[in-house]
């Protein structure tokens, strides 16, 4: 009769454990749920940049309208992003005491932007480029990571997939 008066005292190993594990569990979600949060912040902080470089972009045409249609002709965009960190071309040309026209104030104002692209950005790029959807108007298109510029004007016209690392505003003139 001692054998069956017995009573288990205090908490056993395999309660532990499957406590541990369910424990070890919710916390390896939590984790990934946090590194989605971020990833997703991260995402949102580079789309923001990169529309102020767009809007930036179409606000110097407006200020300086002589010269739009360098703004507008894909050849005065660089095909190559410059490197990070490294000063743009033509750097000085058109700050302090020089004297610029609109041209050159428009070639300054793109070296500038491709900069900023670069420097702002993982690997971004910038250019204006003719709409393929319309063909009438222009687009400035800003593009980082791992995407091309050519890549966001789609066939059907931008580049709308969840994944599409760039942003294209149109230009109407």
């Known amino acids: 009769m ?4 017995r009573h288990q005292r205090g908490v056993g190993m395999v ?3 499957v406590a541990l594990l369910v424990l070890a569990i919710g916390v390896l979600g939590y984790a990934g749920l946090q590194l989605s949060a971020l990833k997703g912040a991260e995402t949102a902080h580079i789309r923001a940049r990169a529309t102020a470089l767009a809007r930036d972009t179409l606000e110097r045409m407006l200020v300086n309208p002589e010269a ?3 703004y507008l002709d894909a050849d005065s965009w660089p095909d190559t992003p410059p ?5 743009p071309d033509g750097w ?3 700050t302090g005491a020089s004297v610029c026209d609109s041209d050159a104030m428009a070639e300054w104002d793109i070296q500038q932007l491709a900069w900023q692209a670069a420097n702002i950005m993982p690997a971004g790029t910038i250019r204006v480029d003719t709409c393929e959807m319309s063909g009438a108007s222009n687009c400035v298109v800003v593009a980082w990571g791992e ?3 050519d890549d966001c004007m789609g066939d059907g016209g931008i580049e709308t997939a969840a994944d599409s690392q760039c942003v294209v505003m149109e230009v109407i003139r």
């Open 2 to 5: 001692s054998m069956m008066r």
């Open 15 to 17: 309660e532990i454990l």
């Open 68 to 70: 739009v249609s360098v």
């Open 83 to 87: 490197t990070a960190g490294e000063e």
């Open 92 to 94: 000085s040309d058109c």
């Open 147 to 149: 995407q091309d510029a």
